[in-house]
């Protein structure tokens, strides 16, 4: 590396620098004078109600008597006499703590005086990665640069970091006057091979680079790359395309490698975490709670790799499916793929799954800033690992809500999760087909948590062994149950502030031990590092949730004498509402703003479970820390409990409807009315008709699945136990069959009689509510057409919640209700034919996964403007994979984009079998529910065709031959 501190870099790095130095302190000092102007009016205001006319002055400094009635006052200072106008406010020269007004008189003693203010330095704070310090001259002294900033992060003297955008390396720095800079250095490249041909040169890492001809290689973790960076967090964090962004800038292509495989919570990568705490922050360490267990991650991380980019960026996403015999793909969570459908990530509906081997590239513009999510959309693949923040911005100046915030930080992300100790297959499987139950253990902050409940259990444990022993030492109290509350467990060790890019020690090789640990103990569980989320006072931070979880678990967040400014909702903004908790369901992401303006402490961030998590099952909670700069390094004095509640509103409560002072459901946010132009969304949406009404009602159903209850050998109403029973849940009594081909890219080999809905399969004289129904089900509408949906809970089998995600589209959210512990769809048909379904027209807010209260309804709208094959499904991940889904198909065949040149297929393999013993090789991908093809009709009638042809031809030249 070469020094280059060019003269004009190092310029505009001081100009910027000195210029935010000063404006701070021009903004500090003008503050200053408005404080003080206000305090005059107060004291004066006092001054007049008790007759009081002493003042305080400091030496050199006189006071020189004026007439009744003045309009100025006259003061000495130093021999020297000043005249200052009624309302005037200065500093003294000698104590710049002091500041000087000039107040009327009042009717008892009209005479103007002077008031003096000592100034209050508790109500001035500095900006992030600056600190007040004591200066000469000054009262509160002044804000003075710390930390470089680059990028929304900040970098300590002396640390350094890589500027993919321009190719340079750069360094926070300090002048000898004490000015932080940032010093630039230019990456110096090798020499490149002479005579490189055109076809073979290409840039790496900023660089100029001859590649060499292919040859025998061994494949490394990711192909084509020469670091194994892309499977660092680092390097995502340094990731050019997660830049500032600025009107007019120039878009980014964001390119990103994912590689999906099975691994291993607590592997040798975290070597002595958490008992050395700097080694949980090493590279592939995945924590999870302290328990190990197989997961399934991408490029070794968990939450996987967070892709931030600006809206108008193109994203690249290459998957390579490293799993051993799975498939996989990934859904761009959020994004409606307008004009790439086949981008959407939903194996059988928009694309094949990606089989092991294989690598699908997903490319698709950044056109809906927000806070999104990438998951799998395989199986038990999200609740096992695979998911991350997806998180489009737009420039602050174009935020609606940019001026409730001061900073909107990466570090900021919160995904999150349900967690159980065993992989989510082996749960669904038990589940399913035994008596296992499916409610999670625990909860998850990106990624990491205490198994609190544990925890606390071994104690419990450890006390009754302790004094079974009959022990004469007193013994500390403990909780009466696993639950109760209980201070948190002290501990020595604490998590340093380090960055990542700090080399690692490398223990001893001859010390390293491949043994297996012994037992679960021997991970110290109440060492598990928390989440911290880092704060300065008098700062105004943007929060993002994202709601990754699979199990039914509602999650309510909260933070200790904090309250939360909720802006956003699944990316489209609301009228700001100030509230004491949000409770967040599977699929949605809630965006709030957190004033800084508490004490300078630690104070608790609570996740607290609900339904499967709630205290009838395994009361799952979960904490992190947010830590005020100048905090000491150590965790929250307040008590944890499951049974903690918060103070104030809770936003999207549960199982609730409208009209509670103190709990607001999502119908009642109120969206901007920018998104009445938005397609969509927009004011069609909003008229008092739909163009089409459809109901689609749910529960749990007693019917013999055939997946899991074979009418014959262990059928529903057999002698069996309840817990071995089964219920089904059903949407409109019909299961989603997925196709074995891709509906999308194959619509061409398919026609409507392929597909099913109620009204079908009522003309076809089915009973869906007797039997068991299992077929294509999908709802056809035409290109921008406005659709109503009345989602109806019936509620009779449990007490449960369900939140359902639509693909393709947003949504209004016209009205939420809850009428009772369960109602028929009758009943909610009939109420609606007496215009009884109260709808909200007025900015109704938007979203695109929403909740219905259980024994209620919730009614959307939207323009179906999107063409394409649509997935509308519960995103609890037990109930979408056996089929509580449905599929909308927008638009005719030919209004749907072409599909793209050698796009993967798949389908079934069925090859006719001959009568006459001959086959074929040749394979089909029909769809399961298409006839099959006549097989008389094919060798025997094409031969008894030829016989009567050479019988014609026969005759025919007996005729003409003589």
């Not at 094949?352 to 799998?376: E, M, N, Q, V």
Request: aromatic share 10%.
């Amino acid at each position: 590396m070469s020094l280059s501190t060019a003269a004009t870099e190092a310029a505009a790095t001081t100009t910027a620098t000195k210029s935010r130095f000063y404006s701070m302190r021009a903004a500090n000092r003008v503050l200053t004078v408005l404080l003080v102007y206000a305090l005059t009016v107060l004291l004066q205001f006092v001054s007049n109600a008790s007759g009081l006319k002493t003042v305080n002055t400091t030496e050199g400094f006189q006071t020189v008597n004026a007439s009744a009635g003045d309009t100025f006052c006259l003061y000495q200072e130093h021999n020297t006499t000043y005249r200052r106008e009624l309302g005037a406010v200065w500093f003294a020269s000698q104590d710049p703590c002091l500041v000087y007004s000039c107040a009327a008189g009042v009717a008892k003693d009209p005479q103007a005086h002077i008031v003096v203010t000592q100034v209050d330095c508790s109500e001035f704070y500095c900006e992030v990665g600056s600190e007040l310090r004591k200066t000469d001259g000054s009262c509160c002294g002044e804000c003075v640069r710390t930390h470089c900033q680059h990028n929304n992060t900040l970098y300590a003297v002396g640390e350094s970091w890589h500027n993919d955008a321009d190719c340079t390396l750069l360094e926070c720095g300090r002048l000898d006057s004490g000015q932080i800079i940032v010093n630039t250095y230019q990456r110096t490249c090798p020499p490149l091979e002479e005579e490189c041909p055109a076809s073979r040169l290409e840039l790496r890492n900023c660089c100029p680079f001859c590649r060499p001809l292919k040859s025998v290689r061994v494949e490394q973790l990711d192909e084509g790359d020469d670091t194994d960076d892309t499977w660092t967090a680092e390097w995502y964090r340094m990731h050019p395309c997660r830049r500032d962004c600025h009107a007019g800038a120039e878009p980014l292509t964001c390119r990103y490698t994912f590689v999906v495989e099975w691994y291993q919570t607590f592997s040798k990568a975290c070597f002595d975490c958490p008992r050395n705490l700097t080694d949980c922050s090493r590279p592939h360490c995945v924590m999870g709670d302290g328990l190990e267990r197989g997961i399934t991650v991408v490029n070794r991380m968990m939450p996987g790799p967070a892709i931030e980019v600006c809206e108008g960026d193109q994203i690249v996403v290459d998957v390579k499916n490293s799993l051993l015999g799975e498939s996989t793909s990934i859904h761009w969570h959020g994004l409606h793929q307008k004009d790439s459908p086949y981008m959407d990530g939903v194996p059988h509906i928009t694309q094949c799954p990606i089989t092991p081997h294989a690598t699908f590239r997903y490319s698709f513009p950044a056109d809906l800033s927000g806070t999104h999510f990438w998951h799998s959309h395989t199986g038990m693949q999200r609740g096992d690992g695979v998911f991350g923040a997806l998180i489009i911005r737009k420039p602050k100046s174009a935020e609606p809500h940019g001026r409730l915030y001061d900073l909107d930080l990466s570090e900021h992300v919160m995904i999150v999760q349900d967690w159980i100790h065993e992989p989510g297959a082996s749960i669904f499987a038990s589940h399913h087909h035994s008596r296992g139950d499916n409610k999670p253990h625990n909860l998850l902050i990106n990624g990491r948590g205490r198994y609190y409940n544990r925890i606390w259990a071994e104690a419990k444990k450890d006390h009754q062994l302790a004094r079974g022993k009959m022990s004469t030492k007193p013994l500390n109290p403990l909780p009466k149950s696993e639950v109760d509350v209980i201070q948190t467990l002290p501990r020595s060790a604490r998590l340093a502030k380090s960055n990542t890019t700090r080399l690692f020690p490398v223990p001893n090789p001859e010390k390293l031990s491949r043994q297996k640990r012994g037992n679960l103990n021997e991970i110290p569980l109440e060492l598990v590092p928390h989440q911290v989320y880092n704060v300065q006072r008098g700062f105004r931070y943007r929060f993002r949730i994202i709601n990754a979880e699979y199990l039914n678990c509602p999650i309510v967040v909260s933070v200790d004498k904090h309250n939360l400014t909720a802006i956003n909702s699944d990316g489209f903004d609301i009228e700001a509402l100030e509230v004491g908790s949000i409770v967040t369901y599977a699929g949605e992401r809630f965006d709030f703003v957190l004033n800084a303006n508490q004490e300078v402490g630690n104070y608790w961030v609570r996740l607290k479970g609900l339904m499967d998590c709630s205290e009838v099952f395994t009361s799952a909670f979960q904490v992190a820390i947010l830590r005020y700069e100048g905090a000491p390094d150590e965790e929250p004095t307040a008590e944890l409990s499951y049974a903690h509640k918060a103070e104030g509103i809770e936003l999207n409560v549960m199982n609730r409807g409208p009209g509670y002072p103190d709990t607001k459901t999502v119908a009642e946010m109120r969206a901007l009315p920018i998104y009445d132009q938005v397609p969509g969304i927009d004011h069609d949406t909003l008229e008092p008709e739909a163009d089409f009404k459809f109901f689609v009602y749910y529960d749990f159903y007693a019917k013999n699945n055939p997946e899991f209850h074979d009418k014959d050998l262990y059928a529903m109403d057999m002698n069996m136990t309840q817990s071995n029973r089964l219920y089904t849940p059903q949407l409109n009594h019909i299961t989603l069959k997925f196709p074995s081909l891709a509906l999308l890219p194959s619509r061409k080999q398919l026609s409507d009689s392929d597909f099913c809905n109620e009204t079908s399969l009522e003309e076809q004289g089915i009973d869906c509510r007797t039997e068991f129904c299992k077929c294509h089900h999908v709802l056809q509408v035409p290109l921008n057409a406005v659709v109503e949906l009345i989602i109806v809970d019936e509620g009779f089998q449990y007490y449960a919640n369900h939140p359902f995600h639509l693909h393709g589209n947003a949504f209004r959210v016209l009205a939420l209700e809850r009428l009772g512990e369960n109602v028929t769809i009758e009943m909610i048909k009939s109420l609606d034919r007496f215009n009884l379904l109260k709808r909200n027209f007025v900015n109704p807010p938007v979203k695109d996964t929403v909740t219905i209260p259980d024994g209620g309804y919730t009614i959307i709208r939207f323009e179906a403007y999107n063409p394409g094959y649509w997935l509308f499904h519960c995103h609890i991940e037990f109930h979408a994979e056996i089929g509580m889904a449905l599929v909308f198909k927008v638009g005719d065949d030919d209004q749907m984009v072409p599909v793209p040149d050698r796009f993967p297929t798949c389908g079934d393999y069925n090859p006719d079998l001959r009568s006459d013993g001959e086959g074929t090789t040749e394979g089909t991908s029909r769809p399961p529910t298409a006839a099959p093809q006549d097989t008389d009709g094919g060798v025997k009638g094409l031969a008894a065709n030829s016989k009567m042809m050479a019988l014609i031809f026969s005759l025919l030249l007996l005729k003409f031959g003589h």
